[in-house]
């Protein structure tokens, strides 16, 4: 049966994530600050404070074949997903890459299906495929559709493919090492990398940015990256991950709100009638029955 705590944490870590979006779109707003500089600082920061939290802590590293599946979601949400939005969003616009991420929820369930060796009920399958839809259709009509398939959707599909990977990998581990550890040492193991994407980008193009363009990317860096996923992948440890994963249907609502507030996107009727239907869906989801799989 679906845990309350399990449900609880998982919409604190959407919740964190939903400013994900706008804020990279901040970030990278006016080219002051790169696309590689933007996912890449970030997660050699986030890096910095996990090697500092499990050095005070103590914490026992993976082992064996944990450091393969730590690599897995390495690959999947501190380099493909940071890097890849990043880059779609310097011609993006938020809303419009909420279209392809609302896709993430059902990419999310079917690898935890495929890796976790769920059975959820038909039930769930047919809530999430419509809530999916709802979500789709809703960030579409706000996001401009997709009339015309650019790079950057391109690159915004395979941010939703490396993070459902990352999400539902890391959702595992986080049973064996921790919720917070796993993510550190995801981030420890990447350090290497970003750290040397970083040196990069900074040799290309110095970085530069106006107040609140550093203030989103301190947020990307110390939450989207770090904080964020303390919540989620707890969440996911509880689970069952595929029905925790729907809870990210409100995430293209969170992500669109923010945008209108802080982006100065519209915010009219359709968004608040679409935002009700997907957070309905969305909990009908979560509280499908596990039948015969219980």
Known sequence: ??????????????????????FTRVAVAGGGMSPLFTGSARAAIAALLAAAALLITRQRPPRGRQWARTAIVAGGVVVGFPLLTSFALTSAPAGHSAVVIALLPAATAVTAVLRGRERPPVSFWVMAAVGAAVAI?????????????HWSDLLLFGAVLAAAIGYAEGGLLARELGAWQTVSWALVLAAPLMAGLTAVS????????????????????VVSMFLGFFAWYRGLAIGPMARV???????????????????HEQLAWPTVLGGVAVVVCAGTAVRARAGRAR
């Open 1 to 22: 049966m679906l845990s309350r705590a399990g449900l609880g944490w998982g919409l604190l870590g959407v919740a964190a994530f939903s400013f994900t979006v706008p």
């Open 137 to 149: 259709g809703f960030a579409a009509a706000q996001g401009g559709g997709f009339g015309g398939l």
């Open 202 to 221: 900074i040799v290309q193009r110095p970085p530069s940015g106006t107040p609140a363009g550093w203030a989103a990317f301190g947020y990307l860096a």
């Open 245 to 263: 994963s729907q809870v990210q249907l409100v995430q293209p609502v969170l992500t669109i709100s923010w945008a209108a507030l802080l982006l």
